[in-house]
């Protein structure tokens, strides 16, 4: 019978069988890797190999005390639809196919560990069980996540895509001067934004803060001029490129691809009839090169300049500081052995060489959302400056449900919520939820929901949370959510997985499906020390309290700030948090009574700062 | 004291020694550097640009090893590079240096190599062992334990001497051992010049083991080394600063062993990582073919077998016979091997079989 006759449906599947352990087999191309390694002195001969084949049957017998059946038909829905019986497949066809039998065992890790065990044929799995325990034999790589970020990372040119080369469809300056004139000229000021993408066509940090500091200038009429290298870099433009097009965004609008130095000429064609008022506001360098910055700052002339903190690339191209994209690396010396083994540490000392010669030859300001922000660059840089000041990004202010896009408060900020609780931050107060069932309740308490909101990435502390997810599998306690506008490649089993996908029209969308969700905790357990976190504050607008880690910058503070949630020296610290039903008695009985909500309000960024001239003494 | 370092190779290990030079300059910048040169380069390439950077450069024939190219013949390329390097120290001793460290090519130097060798200042003799705490899982104890019984208990990877006489007693003792039998037969209980080291410390006085955890870590110690990368830019093993990692055959079975010992920590796959991004930055710009090795043929290009070299070696009526085994055409030992040998020449492939 083939895979037709039992009924396969039209989704890809992977199996076929027809109801007799002995007949099952793949419809996965063969099985038959190359062994990753010669085998060698060290290799261990024949310790796989003094073993007597065993038989289907037997094979089953040993594995099926280990093998967790709901987890394979969790993670391999092709086999839940093919209604086959998990450990028939998995002994007769998945084990061959490297599907993995439960979640702590990993088929593809084994092998490429024990190529013995490869050369030999055996089952993977029934092999570790009856021999690889003993012998010590990992039964899977740990550090899953962080590896594949790093092989990543490594594999990732850290420059990226060197831009085409000119002449792209860039407007002649005559047309480019003709369609900024008008704009730029009434006015009641000029600002020159500078990012690393068209901050219109996608939604993420920065991109939210560019979109809402347009608004903001726009409301005042203040022209918003943007511009965004072409092809969009994970590092500054090598100083010696050959030019290369820029994007032009006009309060909102594209208006064509330019090059720094028509820009600047036009711009400084235009400078006897513009506005006064007149800034430059740096806020991603990634893509472009310091030397036309520098010209286009000296062609508009402006009354300041500022530069945001948006993230650390004035310290590393590395702009998360996370060492070949894993772990938080101190911004250590460049000439360090840290630096050496980084992707990120050969062009380091080009990199801050540009970011040098702009700083020294621009007189900026110094703008961070944080002053966990404030503190990482202060410490991490000596270039010189103006001033240095924390403007956060937005307010949490009480009241009802997030709207489409952030209202803008005043240049004095309206106050936040909340934030009146002791700063120890250990436990501080927090809501009860009516909904979710109190201790004493017949039916007994309901678990406590947790999610990790955004995608999943190392910088965002998706392995811990992952870790975190496997060891609760099971524990009545805790219901734990993944709220994410991506699916991540393998869904993790007993996480529910929740769209949530933030747009330009629907800045809202996590605040809502974190509220939808009734979730009690948000796990933001970054490794590097962001420096604002949106997520954070869209889960407190949520009513949910944070758990976080010591070492995330801008999230432990917000905690200490507002007494919501919870900050751990490390990851070992929240497991245990959790493991110890603490994290629950949290939730059920330290906060009871209390659901804060809030909405976010944009403070406006660098709309709601006042224009400043150099400021003696300061940098 | 005037320190010296050098190192053994052919010239396909030219990235990885480049490797060594500079991360060891770097650590290291009051030694000198020599490289001792195992082979002689391809026709129609300058090997100065390419040995440039090394303080000095030792080449088989000024090595004093008596009917040199008769002796080259019975070794293998491993055996050959390990077994020279008694003669080369002894060399170095004589040329005025205080202290001879000898390192691998295919070793990096991190932080500098000066502090560990501070705590057995008074040793005149410091070997390193391949494994310096105990392995509990069966698995660990066959690729470590058992592979030091069967390689040698410790790693000539590395070893320091003093100039002095128990330091010149030993490179002596070494070298007439190595010139003797310096052989990749575990199974005759040889293995090159490394696993003379055993009877070092019972032998002769003066003997340092140094333990340190920093100092050659490898694939046959990376179940109980703990690598970190700080945040101050430094790394430590074990707590205690990196000192020089030995990456032994990567891309082969020390990949495998870096897979398996690893652990739940990413440094290792970091630093691993950036050895092999060096390597091939090293490589890039091939002047020497993959398989070189001079004395790998004979001067026709015919491939000199392992099992040529056995018959050259146990025959000392051969060695007498053909003081240069490598020419060839008429008297030659090769035209000798075609007329009474000829099931020798007939299995002699290609190329990569020379060894």
Redesign the interface.
């Known amino acids: 019978m083939d895979a037709q006759g039992i009924g396969l449906g039209p989704t890809p599947s992977n199996v076929a069988m027809d109801g007799l352990a002995g007949s099952v087999r793949s419809t996965r191309p063969g099985f038959a890797p190359d062994p990753?390694?010669?085998?060698?002195?060290?290799?261990?001969p024949g310790?796989a190999l003094n073993l007597v084949r065993p038989s289907p049957e037997a094979v089953a017998a040993v594995v099926a005390a280990a093998f967790d059946a709901d987890y394979y038909l969790t993670i391999y829905p092709d086999i839940r639809a093919a209604g086959v019986d998990p450990l028939q497949h998995f002994v007769m066809v998945g084990a061959a196919e490297t599907r993995n039998p439960a979640r702590w065992f990993d088929t593809s890790d084994y092998l490429?560990?024990?190529?013995d065990v490869l050369a030999s044929g055996f089952n993977p799995f029934w092999h570790y069980l009856v021999q690889?325990r003993?012998?010590?034999?990992?039964p899977r790589?740990?550090?899953t996540a962080?590896?594949a970020a790093?092989r990543l990372t490594?594999a990732a040119a850290p420059g990226g895509p060197a831009p085409a080369a000119l002449p792209m469809a860039c407007l002649s300056p005559a047309s480019l001067q003709a369609a900024l004139e008008g704009r730029l000229t009434g006015a009641a000021g000029v600002v020159l934004s500078v990012s690393h993408d068209r901050y219109t066509r996608s939604v993420g940090g920065v991109q939210i803060v560019v979109s809402d500091e347009q608004l903001a200038f726009s409301a005042r009429d203040v022209a918003y001029l943007h511009i965004a290298p072409e092809t969009p870099r994970l590092a500054l433009a090598p100083a010696a490129e050959a030019p290369f097009c820029i994007q032009l965004t006009l309060d909102g609008a594209y208006v064509c691809t330019t090059t720094y130095a028509d820009l600047a000429a036009v711009l400084a064609g235009l400078r006897p009839r513009l506005p006064a008022l007149r800034r430059l506001v740096l806020h991603c360098l990634l893509g472009h090169q310091a030397g036309p910055l520098t010209a286009l700052h000296g062609a508009l002339a402006p009354q300041d300049a500022v530069f945001w903190v948006n993230d650390y690339e004035s310290i590393c191209p590395g702009y998360n500081l996370l060492?070949?994209g894993?772990?938080?690396?101190?911004a250590?010396?460049p000439d360090?052995?840290?630096?050496?083994?980084?992707v990120h540490g050969p062009g380091r000392v080009a990199h801050l060489d540009q970011i040098a010669g702009l700083f020294a030859a621009v007189p900026l300001h110094v703008v961070a959302p944080s002053a966990a922000a404030l503190a990482v660059w202060q410490t991490g840089t000596r270039l010189p400056h103006l001033s240095a000041q924390v403007h956060e990004y937005v307010a949490l202010v009480p009241g009802p449900a997030p709207a489409a896009s952030l209202p803008v408060a005043d240049a004095a900020g309206s106050g936040p919520a909340a934030g009146g609780h002791d700063a120890s931050g250990r436990g501080g107060s927090r809501r009860g939820d009516a909904g979710q069932g109190d201790a004493g309740h017949d039916v007994g308490p309901a678990p406590v929901r947790v999610a990790f909101a955004g995608l999943a990435l190392v910088q965002k502390g998706w392995p811990a949370f992952a870790a975190l997810a496997a060891r609760l599998q099971g524990m009545p306690d805790y219901k734990l959510f993944h709220l994410t506008a991506a699916l991540p490649d393998q869904p993790l089993p007993d996480v529910e997985t929740v769209p949530a996908r933030v747009a330009p029209g629907q800045r809202g969308a996590m605040t809502e499906a974190l509220l939808a969700h009734a979730i009690d905790l948000v796990l933001v357990l970054s490794p590097w020390p962001e420096t604002f976190c949106l997520v954070a504050y869209e889960a407190l607008a949520a009513g949910a309290d944070l758990v976080a880690l010591q070492d995330s910058g801008n999230v432990p503070d917000l905690v200490l700030r507002t007494g919501r949630g919870v900050v751990a020296t490390d990851v070992e610290a929240v497991t245990a948090f959790f493991l110890s039903g603490a994290a629950a008695r949290y939730v059920r009985l330290a906060a009871a009574g209390r659901r804060d909500r809030g909405r976010l309000v944009s403070r406006g960024m660098t709309s709601t700062l006042p224009v400043a001239g150099p400021v003696a003494g300061a940098g | 004291m005037r320190t010296c370092c050098y190192t053994s190779f052919t010239l396909t290990y030219l990235p990885r020694a480049r490797i060594l030079l500079q991360t060891l300059r770097a650590a290291q910048p009051g030694w000198d550097i020599h490289a001792l040169v195992v082979d002689e380069a391809p026709p129609g390439v300058d090997l100065a640009p390419l040995l440039a950077g090394f303080d000095g450069v030792m080449r088989l024939d000024g090595l004093g090893v008596p009917r040199v190219r008769s002796w080259l013949f019975g070794h293998g390329l491993v055996e050959a590079c390990t077994a020279l390097k008694a003669a080369a120290m002894l060399r170095l001793m004589d040329a005025g240096y205080d202290r001879v460290i000898y390192l691998d090519p295919d070793i990096a130097v991190f932080h500098p190599l000066e502090p560990a060798l501070d705590t057995v200042a008074g040793a005149s003799i410091v070997l390193v062992p391949h494994q310096a705490e105990p392995n509990w899982q069966p698995v660990a104890i066959l690729d470590n334990e058992m592979a030091s019984l069967r390689y040698g208990v410790f790693n000539l990877g590395f070893i320091a001497v003093r100039a002095d006489p128990a330091g010149r007693a030993f490179a002596s003792w070494w070298a007439t051992q190595v010139h003797a039998a310096c052989r990749d037969a575990p199974d005759e209980g040889l293995f090159t010049d490394q696993k003379y080291a055993d009877l070092v410390p019972c032998l002769l006085p003066g003997v340092a083991v140094l333990r340190d955890p920093g100092c050659n870590v490898a694939s046959w110690n990376l179940s109980t080394r703990r690598l970190r990368i700080n945040r101050n830019g430094g790394m430590t093993a074990n707590g205690v600063p990196l000192r020089y990692c030995h990456f032994t055959k990567v891309g082969g079975i020390g990949d495998l062993m870096l897979e398996r010992y690893a652990g739940d920590t990413v440094e290792p796959l970091e630093i691993w990582a950036w050895y092999r991004g060096e390597l091939a930055r090293h490589s890039a710009q091939p002047q020497v073919p993959a398989n070189w090795w001079y004395y790998g043929r004979f001067a026709d290009g015919v491939p000199v077998t392992p099992a040529m070299r056995h018959l050259y070696r146990t025959r000392s009526d051969l060695a007498a016979a053909f003081a240069d085994p490598f020419t060839a055409g008429e008297g030659s030992f090769l035209a000798w091997m075609g007329t009474h040998q000829p099931g020798l020449l007939a299995a002699t492939p290609d190329a990569t079989a020379a060894s």
């Open positions: 990753p390694w010669e085998p060698g002195p060290y290799a261990a310790t490429a560990a024990n190529p690889g003993a012998q010590g034999r990992p790589r740990l550090h962080e590896r790093f490594r060492r070949n894993v772990e938080f690396c101190g250590p010396p360090s052995l840290a630096c050496k083994v980084c």
